[in-house]
């Protein structure tokens, strides 16, 4: 666990001590776009025109982030189009790695043995975390973006016409509506197992879990009247919790001690989360042993011995008993 200083590893675990105690990520800082045509999209620089074989994805099975970007991969029929390397699931001393292991996908472009010789391969000065979720431009030997909120954003529609599957999780009508959910569930739920689980302050802890489950709560009475988050229409915040959700029961109940109730305890979003764990190609992208074995061996500050529990069991395929799907356009 580290980071690169001025394109130099730094073996460094986070600094709560300089925010009292509270977990704070950290900004992306690759910041472009694919688009159809090249032009730029909403920050960074163009040029990342929407090219069949021209892009490649590095991902941790293990990381919810990057997880989100491999369901896009899927939902959108992007397999052919866009390449996949796999980390080891264990985040030692130097970071994420391409060491061996079943699961294991090599890095086929610079054959790195560490995630960060693909971060110094785009910026040989690279100051900052070294994280998944990347997306490489194999014509330009850069990263276009490393921030996986923006990568589904692309996946969504760069490559409709050159080959992605029909499909718009984002559509325009609703797009203010699943940015408003998608910031609540950031804050709350998806980072808010982290700042329960890195908190290093008893008051911090506790803060973050009482509204951790009430955002739980609210979202377990929303979907007892809909289908979905937003409705009828599965959107891409429904599969922005699912990768949060997807992980509960295994690894943020014990290891975040994110413990007043388990997902199972929730009907509807157990019910929620079967069903899009059921979604045609989505199960091939959930790796519950990257998952455990990434959480309880790589975080030595709140699990010393890296034991990975056996359990619990879980019944991801069992009838999620949320109606039929609906079609998209
Ligand atoms: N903003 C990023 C966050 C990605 C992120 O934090 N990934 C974690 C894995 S779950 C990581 O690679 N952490 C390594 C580190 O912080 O050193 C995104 O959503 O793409």
Redesign the pocket.
């Known amino acids: 666990?580290?980071?690169l200083v001025d394109g130099e590893w730094v073996d460094r675990w986070?600094d709560t001590a300089a925010s009292a105690g509270r977990f704070v990520?950290?900004?992306?800082q690759f910041r472009n776009w694919i688009t159809p045509d090249g032009r730029p999209g909403p920050s960074g620089e163009g040029g990342f025109v929407a090219q069949p074989g021209r892009y490649h994805l590095y991902v941790?099975l293990?990381?919810?982030?990057?997880h989100?970007?491999l369901i896009f991969r899927a939902l959108k029929g992007l397999e052919a189009i866009i390449g996949v390397s796999v980390v080891n699931p264990h985040?030692a001393g130097n970071?994420?790695s391409f060491a061996p292991a079943p699961g294991v996908i090599a890095d086929p472009v610079g054959q790195a043995r560490h995630?960060y010789e693909v971060y110094l391969r785009a910026q040989p000065g690279y100051s900052g975390?070294?994280?998944?979720?990347v997306l490489w431009d194999l014509e330009r030997d850069t990263i276009v973006?490393?921030?996986?909120?923006?990568?589904i954003r692309m996946l969504n529609s760069a490559f409709d016409d050159v080959g992605a599957r029909p499909g718009d999780y984002a559509p325009a009508a609703l797009l203010a509506q699943i940015d408003a959910i998608n910031s609540h569930v950031y804050d709350t739920i998806n980072n808010g197992v982290y700042k329960a689980g890195f908190a290093t302050e008893q008051q911090v802890y506790e803060h973050e879990v009482a509204a951790l489950f009430d955002a739980l709560d609210a979202l377990e009475a929303r979907l007892s009247e809909q289908r979905y988050l937003l409705g009828e229409r599965i959107t891409e915040a429904d599969w922005r919790l699912f990768t949060t959700l997807v992980r509960f029961d295994a690894v943020y109940y014990g290891h975040f001690k994110c413990n007043l109730r388990r997902l199972s305890d929730y009907p509807q979003l157990w019910g929620h989360t079967r069903e899009l764990y059921q979604w045609p190609g989505v199960a091939a992208t959930v790796d519950l042993d990257h998952i455990k074995t990434?959480y309880y061996r790589s975080h030595p500050t709140i699990n010393p011995n890296g034991i990975v529990p056996a359990g619990p069991v879980l019944d991801f395929d069992a009838p999620h008993g949320r109606g039929h799907p609906v079609a998209l356009d």
Do not use: F, K, Q
């Not at 293990?62 to 990057?66: G, K, L, V």
């Not at 975390?129 to 979720?133: I, L, S």
């Not at 973006?145 to 990568?151: G, Y």
């Open positions: 666990m580290g980071l986070y990520r950290s900004e992306a941790s293990a990381c919810p982030w990057a989100r970007t985040m970071g994420w995630l975390r070294v994280t998944v979720p973006s490393n921030e996986s909120a923006e990568i990434h």
